[in-house]
Structure formats: C-alpha cells, structure tokens
Nanobody, 122 residues
Framework: QLQLVESGGGLVLPGGSLRLSCTAS?????RGWFRQAPGKEREALAC?????????YGDSVKGRTAISRDAVIKNTTYLQLNNLKPADTAVYYC?????????????????WGQGTQVTVSS
C-alpha cells in the first residue's frame, strides 16, 4: 500500500522559514499539501491539480509558499514556507493527488501521511 512520510517540521520563530519534505513509498511525486490546526478545519496550501495541471496555492499562504519536486529523487516533493506566522502553527500533510476547482473554490485531496508538526512561536 502506498505510503507518504512528511518531515521537516519543528519550532520556528515568526518570520522564519521551513522546507517540508514528503516522500512516497513508490515512484511518484506527491502533488499536494494541506494543514490542520487543533479545532480548525483543513486548510488547503498547495496543489498541482489533477484536474488541469495548474499549481494552485491557498489564499492564506499565497506569495510565501512554493511546492516543488526533487529533480533527482523521483518520489519526493517539498513545500517551502517563508515569513512564517503564529497562525501557521498546524500539522502539515502531503497528499498523493489533489484537485482544485476554481469555479467552485473546492479543493479535493487524496490519501495523505501522518503529518509533520509546525509550530511558529517566539
């Protein structure tokens, strides 16, 4: 069964940066990231959409986040997070596939890993 492992989370100061990694147990590139904070709904972060092939970013992280693929390791995707804020504190998950329907503002995510905790605090 395909598995995803997220890593790279930790404690970071406000204004700092992190690069999260996601590695799949098979040769495929994970295509999306989302996060969830305690007591809050899932929040979309980034998606290389299966629907149209376009890369989309969630409004809360747009302009300070980038999803990328490792050029050599064919099963690893990254999420770069910059200018982190306390509101970014959450568990971050990557997914095997995702879709964003812009006309409906609907995000869909397929299977995901156990997540990695990101805490932004001074």
């Amino acid at each position: 069964q395909l598995q995803l492992v997220e890593s790279g989370g930790g404690l970071v100061l406000p204004g700092g940066s992190l690069r999260l990694s996601c590695t799949a147990s098979e040769e495929l590139y994970p295509r999306g990231w989302f996060r969830q904070a305690p007591g809050k709904e899932r929040e979309a972060l980034a998606c290389i959409s299966d629907y149209d092939g376009v890369t989309y970013y969630g409004d809360s992280v747009k302009g300070r986040t980038a999803i990328s693929r490792d050029a050599v390791i064919k099963n690893t995707t990254y999420l770069q997070l910059n200018n982190l804020k306390p509101a970014d504190t959450a568990v971050y998950y990557c997914t095997t596939a995702c879709r964003y329907y812009s006309d409906l503002n609907v995000w869909e995510y397929d299977s995901w890993g156990q997540g990695t905790q990101v805490t932004v605090s001074s």
